[in-house]
């Protein structure tokens, strides 16, 4: 799995997709490591074990979003793929769990190439499922190789063990004779959301997504899945998609027509202006100086790891600092200055350069501080929030610096802060700190809206700033909004 970031700092290698191993996740480990998760593969575990298949695993890997991933990297990722369809032999059906946004050097459409890849294989007979996250770039060339498309409901993502259940079951309709094989239709209007606006609470994605469910109760739609795209992938067919898994064809392309034009109707509601550093600050001093009884959150949603973002930006704790605001800071992407950490010891003192060396300049130097070492941890939490509920997160070797109040809360593998237990695993207590500083774009609202006394979102540099018109795209269709804002679209 793979959301890629055209324009990130960071390089993605086979390595990448490891997932804190050796190697990729193989065959019957595959099983054995999701059963019993809240995640997309779970779900399929759970139906499959109720339904007494013999299931088998294929392999798994996930790397953090990052830049392309190269064609030698892409090319073994689908050669251990194929041989493990291959070698499973004649199977009845196929369920896959893939994200949508992967970008490889020689196959920009990566997941579309993967499902026909696996197609030619297990051949035209056997039943295709996926599951994928709502910021996928769909293709036309992926939905002709399925039979059904399924995406997750909700940003932040907490639905993908519900959605991995449902697409099982149709799956299990399907090999049961309950359901006729389905069809998978398309609808892409010319347009590149950003994401900063996709939250599924409110706004067009939560519209979007209730219009789909409505067309659900036609007899011939099996489900509608809206996609929101990633917009930060340069290739032609990046952005929004209407997905529509059918048994009736007039009827699947009417619905996913009708939903792409309601996503070209609303895609001003997309656009969003956010504060700068300075001002987003402003705001929260006010906010706590007013009285507030919980903490204020400051989102860096530009340099957010989980949407490619180098995650150790500094412009906004730059801020912060010069200002001499007490509050705390995670995770920052140093394993430098975690290293000099643990050299220096709990109780040290002693001058740092944190963050600001993995992106090009503009986004922030290195902030030079005389800090603390107040907690080391070896990065592993088990996470408590919706997104990352009851799996094991791996940060690597990681630290709280203390500068003048302030925790830094520093790690050595590059993450969205999207659970609490980033802070709890250095000994911070999110709860009381009056200022906190997480780097995400939205997964983080799952466990931290309900302990904030407001979120702020902030316009501070970073390879995955919500202003698409800042982006040099090459590849990309055109005319497309909102990089050429006067397009039409005749369907």
């Given at each position: 799995m793979h959301e890629t970031n055209s324009f990130s700092p960071v390089g993605t290698t086979f390595a990448s997709f490891h997932t804190g191993r050796d190697d990729l996740v193989n065959g019957i480990e595959v099983i054995e490591d999701h059963r019993g998760t809240f995640t997309g593969l779970g779900g399929f575990i759970d139906v499959a074990d109720a339904a007494g298949w013999d299931l088998i695993g294929t392999v798994s890997g996930h790397a953090t979003p990052s830049g392309n991933v190269p064609a030698a990297a892409y090319d073994e990722l689908k050669r251990r793929l194929i041989d493990r369809v291959r070698h499973a032999g004649d199977v009845d059906g196929v369920l896959l769990y893939l994200h949508g946004a992967m970008l490889a050097e020689n196959a920009?459409?990566?997941?579309?190439?993967?499902?026909?890849?696996?197609?030619?294989?297990?051949?035209?007979?056997?039943?295709?499922?996926?599951?994928?996250?709502?910021?996928?770039?769909?293709?036309?060339?992926?939905?002709?190789?399925?039979?059904?498309?399924?995406?997750?409901?909700?940003?932040?993502?907490?639905?993908?063990?519900?959605?991995?259940?449902?697409?099982?079951?149709?799956?299990?309709?399907?090999?049961?004779?309950?359901?006729?094989?389905?069809?998978?239709?398309?609808?892409?209007?010319?347009?590149?959301?950003?994401?900063?606006?996709?939250?599924?609470?409110?706004?067009?994605?939560?519209?979007?997504?209730?219009?789909?469910?409505?067309?659900?109760?036609?007899?011939?739609?099996?489900?509608?899945?809206?996609?929101?795209?990633?917009?930060?992938?340069?290739?032609?067919?990046?952005?929004?998609?209407?997905?529509?898994?059918?048994?009736?064809?007039?009827?699947?392309?009417?619905?996913?027509?009708?939903?792409?034009?309601?996503?070209?109707?609303?895609?001003?509601?997309?656009?969003?202006?956010?504060?700068?550093?300075?001002?987003?600050?402003?705001?929260?001093?006010?906010?706590?100086?007013?009285?507030?009884?919980?903490?204020?959150?400051?989102?860096?949603?530009?340099?957010?790891?989980?949407?490619?973002?180098?995650?150790?930006?500094?412009?906004?704790?730059?801020?912060?600092?010069?200002?001499?605001?007490?509050?705390?800071?995670?995770?920052?992407?140093?394993?430098?200055?975690?290293?000099?950490?643990?050299?220096?010891?709990?109780?040290?003192?002693?001058?740092?350069?944190?963050?600001?060396?993995?992106?090009?300049?503009?986004?922030?130097?290195?902030?030079?501080?005389?800090?603390?070492?107040?907690?080391?941890?070896?990065?592993?939490?088990?996470?408590?929030?919706?997104?990352?509920r009851g799996q094991t997160v791996a940060s690597g070797p990681s630290a709280c610096i203390e500068v003048n109040g302030f925790k830094l809360v520093v790690t050595s593998i590059r993450h969205a802060a999207n659970d609490r237990g980033y802070f709890k695993m250095v000994g911070v207590v999110p709860e009381e700190e009056p200022l906190l500083v997480v780097k995400s774009r939205g997964h983080f609202r799952a466990d931290f809206e309900p302990i904030a006394e407001q979120i702020i979102e902030v316009d501070a540099p970073g390879a995955a700033n919500p202003n698409v018109l800042r982006y040099p795209f090459q590849r990309v269709r055109r005319p497309v909004w909102p990089l050429d804002p006067g397009v039409a679209w005749e369907e």
């Open positions: 920009p459409d990566a997941e579309g190439d993967l499902c026909a890849a696996v197609r030619e294989v297990v051949g035209g007979d056997v039943p295709i499922v996926v599951e994928l996250d709502l910021h996928g770039n769909i293709t036309e060339a992926m939905c002709r190789v399925v039979n059904a498309v399924y995406v997750y409901r909700t940003n932040p993502h907490i639905d993908a063990y519900e959605r991995g259940i449902e697409a099982a079951r149709c799956l299990q309709q399907m090999l049961d004779g309950a359901l006729a094989r389905p069809a998978v239709y398309i609808s892409k209007p010319p347009m590149i959301p950003p994401t900063i606006n996709m939250r599924t609470a409110e706004g067009p994605m939560r519209d979007l997504i209730e219009r789909g469910i409505d067309w659900e109760a036609h007899p011939g739609i099996v489900t509608t899945a809206v996609f929101g795209g990633f917009a930060y992938a340069d290739f032609d067919q990046v952005g929004a998609a209407m997905v529509v898994t059918a048994t009736d064809p007039a009827l699947g392309q009417r619905c996913a027509d009708s939903l792409g034009r309601a996503a070209w109707e609303m895609r001003e509601e997309f656009l969003k202006s956010i504060p700068t550093p300075e001002e987003a600050l402003d705001q929260a001093l006010a906010i706590i100086s007013a009285g507030a009884e919980r903490p204020v959150v400051l989102a860096d949603v530009a340099d957010n790891p989980g949407g490619g973002g180098s995650g150790d930006t500094t412009e906004l704790l730059r801020v912060i600092l010069a200002r001499g605001v007490p509050g705390a800071a995670a995770a920052i992407f140093d394993p430098e200055a975690v290293q000099q950490a643990i050299e220096a010891g709990i109780g040290a003192e002693r001058d740092f350069r944190i963050g600001g060396k993995v992106g090009p300049p503009e986004h922030g130097q290195p902030l030079e501080v005389r800090g603390r070492v107040t907690r080391l941890s070896d990065g592993f939490f088990v996470g408590h929030g919706p997104v990352v």
